[in-house]
């Protein structure tokens, strides 16, 4: 490796692999720094990456500035992530692959304020995306530097949303898309995407977690391009979920944001969106962040209750397929983003999150299990006293309702009642 292309960074200027825009990959355990135009996606030394700058971006991004590209025309501005492109990260036009996505709104139920016992319960829907999931604001950016960089072929291991935003984003760039799913564990829908946008679906025998290091070893050795979370591009897209939520709130902060756990690259965006808008001024204090894993896929947890002495390992299973993950790869970052944050790390039963769902469908909003373990969390935080019932709540959902069409048919009181096709049939059932 060329000078060029490492350098360990220690100075206000930043390293010499800075790009023109002053941006550059760092190690978040060495330092060492990388150009962002390298196809890496780990240190030397085995840590994560992620995007570092030169110059903040909060000159460059004020709120005036976001207000005025809210009624703008430019196909940027109307993307809810490339709308904040100053901090994301700095790319030719004429690369970025955009639907365009973001731009999702909040919701209050009185129903889902009560189920918590929490009055100030907001929801953020990232099910709104145009593939149905918070995917496409990492996808966006992923998928943009791939083809900045010229490269013909993106791959990823998916519990479904991944693979179906990948597939997309691919399909609008001209790419081929190669997704490397855990046999029988996705849902047919999210399957159905991935397929329908016409992307090579392998069907790996064993879990996501043997999936992702497949994947990652297809990628080194035969040059895919590799878009899963580990890839600090989708974690400068996932920022804006925040960016956006403190937009719309008028930049006032609120003391809880919910979010459910699986491969912790939402944890990890959310963490350093936060950190930076604090840097940038743009809120004067810092929420506390609850990620919220399910009880059969819990790695996180444990380490959690363990004070983060260990990374765990569990053979996961749950009925929110999407988080159904037993060792994330963004645990490094997740846990600084918790500890930064003064998080907290729950865990809710299969039946907790099937509850909070059959709610939050029932009040109209609809979401995918895993997006539900957001409401569940918040009830069984505010049942232990760490919610109080006055604090400010916004849990994000990740994935609508017709993500997984499987687990609403599976519910006991969405059974489809036969009757003959008569007046007499209709009464009867009414009355029933
Ligand atoms: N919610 C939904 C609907 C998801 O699809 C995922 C992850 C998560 C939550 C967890 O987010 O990994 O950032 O902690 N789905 C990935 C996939 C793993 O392949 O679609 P995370």
Same mark, same amino acid.
């Given at each position: ?59 460059? @991004? ?27 990260? &700095? ?42 999931? !918070? ?39 001209? =790419? ?12 047919? #829908? ?17 879990? !996501? ?20 979370? @580990?890839?600090?591009?989708? @974690? ?112 809710? #039963?299969?039946?907790?999150? =099937? ?15 895993? &997006? ?61």
């Amino acid at each position: 490796m060329s000078s060029q292309e490492i350098a360990k960074t220690g100075s206000q200027q930043g390293p010499s692999v800075a790009n023109g825009a002053g941006e550059w990959l760092q190690c978040i355990s060495c330092t060492s720094a990388y150009s962002v135009e390298m196809v890496r996606y780990h240190c030397d030394c085995g840590s994560l990456l992620t995007v570092a700058r030169r110059q903040p971006w909060h000159e460059r @991004l004020t709120p005036e500035i976001l207000l005025a590209r809210q009624i703008s025309s430019d196909p940027l501005d109307q993307s809810g992530v490339w709308s904040f492109r100053e901090a994301i990260v &700095s790319l030719p036009r004429q690369s970025i692959v955009t639907h365009p996505e973001g731009r999702t709104r909040l919701y209050s139920r009185s129903s889902l304020s009560a189920y918590a016992g929490v009055e100030r319960l907001a929801f953020k829907h990232e099910g709104e995306n145009p593939t149905g999931s !918070f995917k496409d604001r990492g996808m966006t950016v992923a998928v943009s530097q791939a083809k900045h960089l010229g490269l013909k072929a993106v791959a990823c291991a998916s519990t479904g949303n991944t693979s179906a935003s990948l597939a997309a984003y691919a399909a609008h760039a001209g =790419m081929r898309a190669v997704v490397f799913l855990p046999a029988g564990k996705i849902s047919t #829908s999210k399957l159905a995407q991935a397929l329908g946008y016409g992307a090579i679906c392998l069907a790996v025998e064993g879990d !996501f977690d043997a999936a992702m290091t497949l994947v990652q070893e297809s990628a080194d050795k035969l040059g895919l391009y590799l878009v899963n979370s @580990l890839n600090p591009m989708r @974690l400068e897209g996932q920022k804006t979920i925040i960016f956006e939520l403190l937009m719309q709130r008028g930049f006032t902060v609120p003391d809880w944001i919910v979010v459910p756990a699986g491969n912790l690259g939402n944890t990890s965006a959310f963490g350093k969106a936060l950190l930076e808008a604090h840097a940038a001024g743009w809120i004067n204090r810092l929420p506390r962040l609850a990620s919220i894993q399910a009880s059969g896929a819990n790695p996180f947890y444990l380490s959690y209750v363990d004070a983060f002495q260990s990374a765990h390992i569990v053979k996961a299973h749950t009925v929110a397929t999407a988080i159904q993950i037993g060792a994330p790869v963004n645990y490094s970052k997740a846990k600084a983003v918790i500890t930064a944050t003064n998080g907290i790390v729950a865990q809710v #039963s299969d039946a907790e999150i =099937m509850r909070a769902k059959a709610a939050i469908d029932q009040s109209g909003i609809g979401c995918e299990p895993a &997006s539900a373990a957001t409401l569940a969390g918040v009830q069984q935080l505010r049942q232990q006293g760490v919610i109080r019932p006055s604090d400010d709540v916004v849990c994000v959902l990740t994935g609508n309702m017709l993500k997984d069409p499987e687990a609403v048919l599976a519910a006991a009181n969405n059974k489809v009642r036969p009757i003959a096709a008569s007046l007499a049939a209709v009464e009867a059932a009414l009355k029933s």
